[in-house]
């Protein structure tokens, strides 16, 4: 008895410890109950035109290998807790790289086809799809030295003020998330629900598109498309939320 | 290529009152916007929603109205409407989409009434 009423007191003991440790919340947590009610059902959520258009990719031949995803990864739902693991350290590509990279290096040396281009829809579809089957896995990045090396790149990215309005990413989304920014709430940054479906721009965009909207916003130069440093971003990101769950296709305002 | 969800129960009660939900990929421009170098974007709008319905064993028949909507410049691209019918008998749930510069778009989908 005495036994059983110490283990409970430590399971509470231990339930409000993670609680109060993890202070993380999605954008999700963020948004209007309209809003999350657009992302909660598949019917509604505007992303699943994508991801249905991705799905059919995944089954379509492509390329002069005349190769479909199918052929060498089987169905798609195989694709389970792939999307979690990325950005990570290519062995091909010799660096860092992201889902959408991934997904490209794939084309060129499996199907021996055409890389897609930035923001391709079709390109986004197939990566929302992809994605979509890690719904509800945790963010988990691998452990590489040379990921780990991009996370501190990326964490320095992170914490450096840019830009006529020299802020840096923490200024807003550490010390002043929650708060608000015109008619916006600030989130905490957290990017699980990427590739996401954005109100305003009335399509489906990635982590990049969204990390050179932010660089914009502050007047700074935004770096490239596929860039190093937005890779290095994105890397040291999904650390800062490692353990938190995909949500893909998000819907945010 | 346009893309559109639909979602009907693939199975109903008679009489039972039933749910439709469509969802169209469409830009929806309003013509009144500017691209970044300062041209207007031209006008591109879904015109015309219907919904037909047409009983099984009867493929020739053009179907009964059962919804239909005229869309205009206000509405948020990829538009999506949401409906009720009573399931009377069971056949195919035509749906089709038109609108400027030819766009037209059909989506078929069969429901079983029992």
Redesign the interface.
């Known amino acids: 008895m005495w036994r059983t009423s110490v283990a409970t007191v430590m399971l509470f003991a231990l339930m409000s410890l993670t609680q109060a440790q993890d202070a993380r919340k999605s954008g999700f947590d963020f948004m209007r109950p309209a809003t999350q009610a657009l992302q909660m059902d598949d019917t509604q959520n505007p992303g699943m035109l994508w991801v249905k258009d991705g799905q059919m990719t995944w089954a379509q031949k492509d390329g002069a290998a005349n190769k479909s995803c199918t052929d060498c990864h089987g169905d798609i739902n195989r694709m389970r807790g792939v999307a979690a693991r990325y950005p990570q350290y290519s062995l091909v590509a010799k660096r860092v790289i992201n889902l959408g990279q991934q997904i490209n290096q794939c084309r060129t040396t499996q199907q021996q086809a055409k890389v897609w281009p930035t923001e391709h829809p079709t390109f986004l579809g197939l990566e929302a799809a992809i994605t979509m089957e890690s719904r509800g896995q945790p963010v988990t990045p691998p452990s590489q030295p040379l990921l780990a090396d991009a996370q501190k790149r990326g964490e320095t990215l992170f914490n450096q003020r840019i830009g006529q309005v020299d802020l840096s990413c923490r200024d807003c989304h550490d010390s002043l998330a929650g708060k608000r920014l015109g008619g916006n709430t600030i989130p905490q940054a957290h990017p699980t629900g990427y590739p996401i479906y954005r109100l305003e721009w009335q399509s489906v965009g990635s982590l990049q598109r969204r990390l050179r909207g932010c660089m914009t916003a502050v007047r700074a130069e935004p770096y490239p498309y596929g860039s190093t440093e937005l890779v290095d971003l994105e890397a040291y990101l999904a650390m800062r939320a490692a353990g938190m769950r995909l949500e893909s296709p998000g819907v945010r305002p | 290529?346009t893309?559109?969800?639909v979602?009907v129960p693939k199975t109903a009660k008679r009489g039972e009152i039933i749910e439709i939900?469509a969802?169209v990929?469409h830009?929806?421009e309003t013509g009144y916007r500017r691209s970044s170098e300062g041209d207007l974007l031209p006008r591109d709008l879904i015109r015309k929603f219907s919904c037909r319905f047409v009983e099984s064993g009867n493929a020739n028949d053009t179907g009964a109205m059962v919804f239909a909507a005229t869309l205009h410049a206000a509405i948020?691209?990829?538009p999506?409407l949401s409906f009720n019918l009573r399931a009377a008998s069971s056949g195919t749930l035509v749906f089709n989409w038109e609108g400027d510069n030819g766009f037209s778009h059909r989506e078929q989908v069969a429901m079983t009434v029992a």
């Open positions: 290529m893309r559109a969800l979602t939900r969802v990929q830009p929806m948020a691209a990829n999506y």
